[in-house]
Each structure stands twice: as structure tokens, then as C-alpha cells.
């Protein structure tokens, strides 16, 4: 079993920042990919970004340019640096984690909590 906890969400001014931050714990596979994902009211679960194991990385149109993820594996953290916010980002963020069962050969599939990121003046 893994364990994901996020923290770093809350109210920020447009074209303010925010880090998000997911730390895992438990039955951590070497071979896993990390990342987040946001749900506004109304609307459906989406990716904002993902990053594997060896640091490759993709995002979602909407926040290139503007959102950076990492990872630091020795923490077993994943980070997500949020810059240039819009009113359009509120939502609540997912940390998700892709775990490789090296046993069955199958991923398994880990959700945070989730933390509320409010842009607005």
C-alpha cells in the first residue's frame, strides 16, 4: 500500500504562486510515475502535469509555460511550482501516483486527499 499526502494549497491573488507538494509513503516501486491532476466545480478530473521515474515530464496546454513538476525521489516527494496563477486554476488538486507491482506486472493507482488551490482578487 502507498500513502500520498499533499499540503501547499490555499488562497493566492492572481499572477501569484503556489507550490504543491505530495509526499508518499509505503510500498514505493522503483518504476512509478508521479503527478497531478485538478477538478473545478461542474467539471471533470483533468491532468495538469505528470513526470516518471527516470524525469520525463508532459502538462496540459492550459498551464505550459506557467506550472513546473518535480520530483525528489530520495523524499519520495513530488512538487508541483505554480507561477503566473489564473482565476481559471481554482480547483481542487490530486496527487496521483502510478506504482508498478513488479509481483503481478500491473500498475496500481494511489490518490492524495486532495488540496484546494483558490485563485482570486
Known amino acids: 500500500q502507498v500513502q500520498l499526502v499533499e499540503s501547499g494549497g490555499g488562497l493566492v491573488q492572481p499572477g501569484g504562486s503556489l507550490r504543491l507538494s505530495c509526499a508518499a509513503s509505503g510500498s514505493i516501486s522503483r518504476i512509478n510515475d508521479g503527478g497531478w491532476y485538478r477538478q473545478a466545480p461542474g467539471k471533470q478530473r483533468e491532468l495538469v502535469a505528470r513526470i516518471t521515474s527516470g524525469g520525463s515530464t508532459n502538462y496540459a496546454d492550459s498551464v505550459k509555460g506557467r506550472f513546473t513538476i518535480s520530483r525528489d525521489n530520495a523524499k519520495n516527494t513530488v512538487y508541483l511550482q505554480m507561477n503566473s496563477l489564473k482565476v481559471e486554476d481554482t480547483a481542487v488538486y490530486y496527487c496521483?501516483?502510478?506504482?508498478?507491482?513488479?509481483?503481478?506486472?500491473?500498475?496500481?493507482?494511489?490518490w492524495g486527499q486532495g488540496t484546494q488551490v483558490t485563485v482570486s482578487s
Open positions: 496521483n501516483l502510478k506504482n508498478w507491482d513488479f509481483s503481478d506486472n500491473v500498475w496500481n493507482n494511489y
